[in-house]
């Protein structure tokens, strides 16, 4: 494709949501207003670090799934790196859209697409090494069911990055006054009928989200069967959520 019929395909397929540099064939430009913008950069820098520190010179030999892959940003860093094969699926075929033109523009021949949900996987039977599951699960009405699933698929690593609710523990009663369970970490239901109705590719497949805290999180990941976790240090200078804990990188070990 010309610089010209590049960007007229941009165009068609405007908004965007990730800013994408396509070198001499061009760029898109985010939908984000500038302060929202440094979120795409801290967490690809988290996630290429937590790449390197795990994987280290094996990274050209590794596949990766990009679960819930949105339009491809992150997928395209992973093959621009020069992983195997990088693999991303997404419920909405509008970004579907968006990701195959950016891979093809950039001609990376280890990335593929597909149409697919994480609550139903059963069509991916060998296990990926690394897992990327970026600004997903908050947006789930079943994030318990999808972290199994992903899990499953889950050969060695899976990086998830998610908003979290404030902690909250307490105890609760179970079957009689006199019987009572302790409870660590929270699931905040929120709603999101306002932007899932309106189709913005941001939420999930229903306007139902969950948005768990930081133990809720670790408990999750846990009897989904991941063997270790661990939230990983923000980095000098990352978006403000990110510095604040109101967004977290954790790395789940099989």
Same mark, same amino acid.
């Given at each position: 494709?010309?610089? %010209? ?6 165009? %068609?397929?405007?908004?965007? /949501? ?6 001499? !064939?061009?760029?898109?430009?985010? #939908? ?14 988290? &996630? ?10 094996? &990274? ?25 094969? +990088?693999?991303?699926?997404? +419920? ?13 523009? !950039? ?52 990086? &998830?990055?998610? %908003? ?34 309106? #189709? ?10 969950? $948005? ?6 670790? /408990? ?20 403000? %959520? ?6 977290? &990188? $954790?790395?789940?070990?099989?």
């Amino acid at each position: 494709m010309t610089p %010209q019929q590049v960007q007229e395909r941009i165009g %068609q397929l405007s908004p965007w /949501f990730y800013e994408f540099d396509l070198g001499a !064939l061009g760029r898109t430009t985010s #939908e984000l207003p500038p302060e929202a913008l440094p979120i795409h950069a801290t967490r690809l820098e988290m &996630v290429r670090h937590a790449v390197h520190l795990h994987f280290g010179a094996r &990274v050209n030999q590794i596949r990766c799934i990009d679960a819930g892959c949105h339009e491809g940003f992150y997928s395209v860093a992973m093959a621009r790196a020069g992983l195997r094969e +990088v693999h991303g699926f997404d +419920v909405r075929e509008a970004s579907l859209e968006k990701a195959r033109f950016i891979a093809s523009a !950039l001609q990376l021949r280890n990335l593929s697409f597909a149409h697919g949900n994480c609550e139903d996987l059963t069509s991916y039977q060998e296990p990926y090494e690394l897992c990327l599951f970026l600004g997903v699960l908050y947006h789930l009405e079943n994030p318990m069911l999808c972290l199994r699933n992903l899990a499953r698929i889950t050969g060695e690593i899976c990086i &998830v990055e998610t %908003q979290v609710a404030d902690e909250v523990e307490g105890s609760v009663e179970w079957g009689s006054r006199l019987w009572t369970r302790p409870y660590q970490g929270v699931l905040a239901l929120i709603d999101e009928s306002d932007e899932f109705y309106n #189709e913005r590719p941001e939420t999930g497949a229903t306007p139902i989200a969950t $948005c768990p805290s930081p133990q809720a999180l670790h /408990f999750m990941l846990k009897h989904a069967g991941f063997r270790r976790t661990e939230i990983m240090e923000p980095p000098a200078g990352a978006y403000e %959520q990110l510095a604040r804990r109101k967004r977290v &990188v $954790c790395v789940a070990y099989k």
